[in-house]
């Protein structure tokens, strides 16, 4: 009994006990609720609340409420995520037992938030896993340095630049490298144009552009074939945030050629469905150049109000893209299709550039007359990615056609009949045509264990090119190229990361055999006679390469270095192997080389960056070889069949020494003042063959641009900034006859933005004015320096972008 009494009392007594730990613990913590809502003010079910540095969490409800009961006194910030919008944090101040807090509204995570945010990290994060010296811009960018293409906006960064032919086209120049030597890769797809030739620019809309990566040195394990110089990779843009329909709207005046045009935006998305599309239109005229006279090879040729002839053109592009997005899936298919047309200078094509109507082109400074080239390049491709236990799967299916055609008027020259056939199979006007249809498959796989990356992929291409017209320059041909790689990163620890990397390439090509469709007159042992001259043999070459790469990142603090070593192959283009005729926008005979083998390079690239407080620095030196390194030679013969006189080029191969590098400099004066120095240098040699001393084509000269910003802080003003660049291009003595020396210049550019909000909407103003103080100056790269035709005169570029929001 007694015994029974002691364990009541006991019991009582530790009942007692528990009730007055839980008493003070519940006077120690107080009890939070609230709702969160989207800034439309639909409530949001799921999000997550975090209180913190208790890191206690709990999902709001459908209605989008919340509570938290026993949270500690102590408790400093609340957190709230929610896919699709931008984090939310709230400090508190907990006093009462209990706490309502005040309705909590999340901003949409935009797009184009996610730009500028995902740029920064992805920039950084990107240089520290790479060993090769790469560049990473975004639309902002571009947008800040506008030009008339893609390539012109981003020749600002150094060792990139552009061949230009007017004021609508260019093409990649990495390193002094560029035609089949360097690719262009957009939304993961090799883009194939008909990119062996100067005057053939490049079809990609730079509104449609999100973010860049330009890659210096051989890129070829990750691309294929012809990345032997470096590669332009064009991102994709980012994934719409869930539940948004937006978009945005672009404005662009240039004052030099009287553009005018612009682009749409529009896209949307719930949970998992996406959709995002661009229509953009340009139309702009003749451009004009600091100068009332240039000379055609020794003819002097006027210029009426000093613009350059016929260089007018205009552009329509579509863009569509749709896609389905899991955590662990996710498929996107893209279509694009893109339209220029565009005049060629009209003292500056054919075979006698006097013989133009001077009267009929002046009329107009926007009318595209002959000579001109269209050009419709569609693409459509499909990128679907997924998780397969440890193996993260991609694949990407790509189909391109490529139609140019370049119009003329008839000229018979040499043996051609003097009246066009009126039974021809082309028309009249039709001087070329090409029609190049790609299809392209790729799969690659990433796998991750202890220490290592691994990544093995395959990729082939088929393409076929068709040829038309009156004029022949290359066969119609076929080609096959396939490759299979194997890349691995191993990080060793947080200073250190090796990688290697193994690929074996396959390719073939066969070239149709190609006959006059009109008589020329032959001589042999006394005798003449008439007969269709054959201009190309049918010819099938094969070739095999095996390549290898290793680089090593080592990043000790805020310095990092790094360097890699390799090699690389190109298998050579139908133009080199089999090209026989006039090329009429140089006055030149082309002759291919049947017997050519497979270009290829060892490159060793390094890489020093320094970053600390107030300064930044870059250094990327680089040393190339090229056992047989293929170039157009001009020789002492002249055509005898094709009129006029032309001088025949022919294309040899040659040992070839590249190096050279570029420096990086930034230094921030004051809170709101900094400057810049961006330096490149290139030097390149023939060690043998006929050119032997002598340098390659379109080597571009040393060049140091200086720059400085201004970013003021004005009340009711985002993001404003000043910007005044001077760049010195010395001169260019190193040349390849018949180049002709090109002299030094200084030239200033200007820029002006600001990003201003009126209500709930943003307005994004960005203002150049190039080629501030008039230089008459030559671009040792253009184009048309062939013929000392000088670069634009002042520009002034005005550009407006507009992002809105419709539903979230």
């Not at 003070?24 to 939070?32: D, E, K, P």
């Not at 192959?569 to 049947?594: C, Q, T, W």
Request: net charge neutral.
């Amino acid at each position: 009994m007694n015994e029974n009494k002691s364990n009541r009392l006991y019991t009582f007594c530790l009942l007692l006990f528990c009730f007055a730990i839980i008493t003070n613990t519940a006077a120690q913590s107080v009890r939070i609720s609230g709702s969160v809502f989207s800034n439309g003010q639909q409530p949001l079910e799921g999000a997550i609340i975090t209180i913190h540095p208790a890191k206690l969490t709990t999902l709001t409800d459908k209605k989008g409420g919340f509570y938290l009961n026993q949270i500690p006194k102590n408790t400093q910030k609340l957190t709230v995520r929610y896919s699709g919008f931008t984090l939310y944090e709230m400090n508190l101040s907990l006093n009462e037992n209990s706490n309502v807090l005040p309705d909590i509204f999340l901003k949409p995570e935009v797009k184009e938030l996610q730009e500028v945010i995902i740029s920064d990290g992805y920039t950084a994060r990107r240089k520290k896993e790479e060993s090769l010296n790469l560049e990473i811009v975004n639309s902002s960018y571009i947008q800040r340095n506008l030009g008339g293409s893609l390539m012109q906006s981003l020749q600002r960064l150094p060792g990139v630049k552009t061949i230009s032919i007017g004021s609508g086209g260019s093409k990649p120049l990495i390193r002094g490298l560029s035609f089949n030597q360097v690719i262009v890769v957009e939304n993961g797809i090799k883009h194939e144009g008909q990119q062996w030739g100067a005057d053939h620019g490049l079809e990609i809309d730079q509104y449609a552009v999100n973010r860049v990566e330009i890659i210096k040195g051989p890129s070829a394990f990750m691309y294929g074939s012809d990345a032997i110089g470096g590669a332009i990779n064009i991102k994709p843009v980012p994934f719409p945030a869930k539940n948004v329909l937006g978009g945005s709207i672009d404005f662009t005046g240039k004052s030099n050629n009287e553009q005018f045009g612009g682009s749409l935006n529009l896209f949307g998305r719930n949970e998992k469905w996406f959709f995002d599309t661009r229509i953009t239109a340009m139309d702009y005229g003749d451009y004009r150049v600091p100068t009332d006279t240039v000379h055609v090879y020794n003819y002097a040729v006027p210029l009426y109000k000093n613009h350059l002839r016929n260089t007018a053109g205009r552009e329509m592009d579509v863009h569509g893209s749709v896609g389905y997005i899991t955590d662990n899936f996710k498929s996107v298919f893209y279509l694009s299709n893109i339209y220029t047309k565009s005049g060629f200078f009209a003292n500056a094509h054919g075979l006698e550039p006097r013989n133009v109507d001077t009267d009929l082109h002046d009329k107009s400074s926007r009318d595209i007359l002959m000579p001109n080239q269209e050009v419709t390049h569609t693409k459509i491709s499909n990128t679907t990615s997924f998780q397969l236990g440890s193996h993260q799967l991609e694949t990407q299916l790509g189909f391109q056609k490529n139609f140019r055609r370049e119009w003329s008027h008839y000229v018979n020259h040499g043996y051609m009949p003097p009246v066009y056939p009126a039974d021809m199979y082309a028309p009249q006007d039709l001087e070329r045509q090409y029609d190049k249809e790609v299809f392209s498959v790729a799969v690659k796989d990433q796998l991750a264990f202890k220490n290592h990356q691994v990544t093995i992929g395959i990729n082939a291409e088929q393409q076929q090119n068709d040829i038309n017209g009156w004029s022949f320059l290359i066969p119609a041909f076929k080609q096959l190229n396939a490759g299979l790689f194997v890349y691995d990163k191993i990080q060793l620890n947080d200073l250190w990361l090796l990688h290697g990397a193994v690929r074996f390439d396959h390719g073939h090509i066969d070239m149709k055999q190609y006959t006059d469709w009109f008589q020329s007159e032959i001589s042999l042992n006394g005798e003449t006679r008439s007969e269709y001259l054959k201009r190309s043999d049918d010819l099938t070459r094969t070739f095999d390469s095996f390549n290898w790469s290793a680089g090593v990142n080592y990043t000790p603090g805020q310095l990092s270095l790094k360097a890699n070593l390799g090699t690389s192959f190109r298998m050579p283009i139908a133009k080199e192997l089999a090209s026989n005729g006039v090329n009429y926008h140089y006055f030149r005979f082309e002759k291919g080389d049947p017997n050519l083998s497979a270009e290829r390079s060892y490159q060793l690239d390094l890489g020093m960056e320094w970053q600390e407080n107030k300064w930044s620095v870059q250094l990327s030196p680089f040393l190339n070889y090229f056992p047989n390194y293929i170039y157009l030679n001009p020789t002492s013969q002249h055509d005898i069949y094709y009129g006029a006189g032309n001088q025949v080029f022919e294309y040899e191969q040659s040992k070839v020494m590249r190096y050279g590098g570029e420096l990086q400099m930034r230094y921030q004066f004051l809170k709101n003042v900094s400057g810049e120095i961006l330096a490149e240098y290139l030097y390149s040699e023939q060690l043998s063959g006929s050119k032997k001393g002598y340098t390659l084509p379109f080597s571009p000269p040393a060049s140091v641009l200086f720059g400085m910003t201004y970013n003021p802080e004005i009340k009711n003003l985002q993001d404003t900034y000043f910007s005044l660049d001077y760049r010195y291009t010395a001169q260019q003595n190193q040349i390849v006859p018949p180049e002709k020396k090109t002299a030094s210049s200084n030239v200033f550019n200007l820029a002006m933005g600001t990003k201003i909000k009126a209500g709930q909407q943003d307005f994004i103003i960005s203002m150049q004015i190039q080629n501030l103080l008039n230089t008459k100056y030559l671009n040792h790269t253009s184009f048309y320096r062939l013929i000392e035709l000088p670069e634009a005169s002042r520009n002034i570029i005005l550009s407006v972008r507009i992002p809105f929001l419709i539903h979230q």
